[in-house]
């Protein structure tokens, strides 16, 4: 079987970062003997270099003509004119998008989500992109179902993600749907980053950080992280940190963009992920030590959480030193 052609349209200028995200991600998915599972070609509009927003250029081996045999278009971030400030494609970008063959799937990673945007592919559809950039996205195509609070949204043949390593969970996301979780966990491995972040999830939207005093819930997480094996509730933490509920309750979201519930099952789920990977103890044992629970709690959490089961994500992710003892 052939690989699955990505072209990755690199528009001048581009945001170097996004631009380096699908080579990387798509290039280390591989099939249990190796072969990559994806052909990735970078192209610009002409053959000459791209600049970047990073002090550098860079020289893509293809031109426009390899959008004819894309099976998938990833678009990453770019300060190109039309498209970012005017909501107009260039007529060089036009006709070369014209040649990507009709089955082929579109992706954009940060503001990539304007030149897709301009085409009018987005239109009545659910999309997002950069936070920072969202009051100017909405005025430029204010037909397209903007989400700023996401890290992605798959909708079938389009795609789009948030800012920068958003790109990342995108790429992932894609794998993993192409060739399921244990090929993306392996690609998520060798770049060194989290498997699996639900594309549901919030982006790190600025927001303010409290100062450490006293009135900062900090400290009691330190506290509740050090018994994650204990029956922790908020009624518990909010005692801890001399506030009412309501009170602990706001001032925890506000400082995480999470509520005490989800932020301590997060923690639990981290620190069974760490205990599977680095240690003998039993599922029982990991999910005990976790404070998860049962078993089949632990399976339960792992499975929404990342796809996979407690003994594969083990086997995935244990080092080869420790599988073979």
Known sequence: MQPHRIVVLALNPVIGYDLAIPPMVFNSARDPDGSRLYDVRICGLDEGPLRTNAGYSILPDDGP?????????????????????????????????????????????????????????????PATTHWAHVETFRALYPRVKLDETVLFVDDGDV??????????????????????????????????????????????????????DATSTAPTRAWALQRLAEPLDLASMAAHAHMSVRTFSRKFRAETGMSPGAWLTQQRIDHARHLLETTDLSVDEVAAAAGLGTAASLRQHLRSSIGVSPLAYRRTFRAPADRAG
């Open 159 to 212: 795609s789009t993600s948030a800012g920068l390593s958003a790109g990342v969970d995108l790429c992932l996301h894609v794998v993993r749907s192409d060739h399921g979780s244990e090929v993306a966990n392996r690609a998520a491995r060798y770049c060194v980053v989290p498997p699996w972040r639900e594309g549901g999830q919030s982006q790190f939207i600025e927001r303010h950080v409290p100062d450490g």
């Open 65 to 125: 003509e390899a959008l004819r045999e894309a099976d998938s278009v990833i678009v990453p971030g770019t300060q190109l004119e039309g498209p970012r400030h005017d909501g107009v494609l260039p007529d060089e970008l036009a006709r070369a998008l014209e040649t990507v063959p009709s089955h082929a799937r579109f992706m954009s990673i940060c503001t990539g989500a304007f030149v897709l945007a301009a085409t009018g592919m987005l239109d009545d559809r």
